[in-house]
């Protein structure tokens, strides 16, 4: 049990087949107390249908646009776990209009909301959690290669995980001296409700697996199983890294 008597958050869930959902269930079988967040009250009831099945999971509700909302996380947190040992930060949004054609096409409104639900709400979530962060606590967010190559109709979400990258990095800098770890896990392409708002998914999907030296698929517990080193001592000496689970796609030239 690499997590045994480790307790943390897995922000946000929408259903069985997010990639929270699978750290979430990785990090119980291994031990730890796990907060699963929903981002309101209607999806509040579809998170808590999966968590009542585990033991040691409860739910927050938190949506990252609003400041109030992330200090009443970080109140409750601290009231129902004390300290806690690792943050996953697994959402993102953009319009669906700029997540298909011309990246150029991109709306002022459009980018700013991208990179503030996608990018900003990590800093600000660390800000308002760090209280809460016990020393050696391991945060870690879900990046993807749209940040360092254009990916067709990826777009603006490409330029937001870029900015989250480099978040990673600066936020390692602030609180490494605290022991606290912070790194970018950078999933391929997985079929769940965020990635369908990206035009052209279940092509990527096949395109990415095709090419890619692991002539495999590799899904949502590919990805738990990385977030669960980052949350654990193998991972201690680790930190402002982007960790690629992808069968090894990024790494292909021709
Ligand atoms: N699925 C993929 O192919 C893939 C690949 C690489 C990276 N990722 C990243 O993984 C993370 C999880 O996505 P997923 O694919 O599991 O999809 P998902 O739809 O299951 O999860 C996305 C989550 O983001 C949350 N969210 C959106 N706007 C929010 C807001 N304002 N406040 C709080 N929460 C908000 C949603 O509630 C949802 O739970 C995202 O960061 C995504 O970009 C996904």
């Not at 978040?167 to 965020?194: C, E, H, W």
């Amino acid at each position: 049990m690499l997590l045994a008597g480790r307790k943390g958050l897995v922000l946000n869930v929408t259903n069985k087949n997010s990639i929270g959902w699978a750290c979430a269930e990785a990090a119980a079988r291994h031990g730890a107390q796990v907060g699963v967040g929903a981002q309101n009250d209607r999806m509040l009831e579809r998170v808590e249908a999966l968590t009542k099945e585990h033991e040691g999971m409860s739910t927050f509700v938190v949506d990252f646009g609003d400041d109030a909302q992330l200090q009443k996380l970080a109140n409750d947190v601290g009231e129902r776990y004390g300290k806690i040992d690792f943050l996953v930060h697994s959402a993102a949004f953009a319009k669906k209009e700029d997540l298909e054609g011309r990246f150029i096409d991109t709306s002022r409104d459009g980018f700013a909301l991208a990179l503030d639900v996608s990018s900003y709400s990590l800093v600000a979530l660390c800000k308002s959690l760090e209280p809460c962060f016990n020393e050696d606590a391991s945060v870690m967010c879900m990046s993807y290669l749209g940040s360092v190559r254009s990916v067709g109709n990826y777009n603006v979400m490409g330029v937001a995980k870029a900015a989250l990258e480099s978040s990673v990095r600066y936020l390692a800098q602030d609180l490494g001296p605290k022991g606290i770890r912070v790194n970018t896990i950078s999933p391929g392409p997985i079929n769940t409700v965020a990635a369908r708002g990206v035009k052209g998914l279940l092509g990527m999907i096949d395109y990415v697996q095709e090419r890619a030296p692991l002539k495999r698929s590799f899904g949502q517990e590919e990805v738990a199983g990385a977030a669960v080193y980052l949350m654990s001592d193998l991972s201690k000496g680790v930190t402002g890294q982007v960790i690629y689970v992808d069968s090894g796609y990024n790494t292909v030239g021709m």
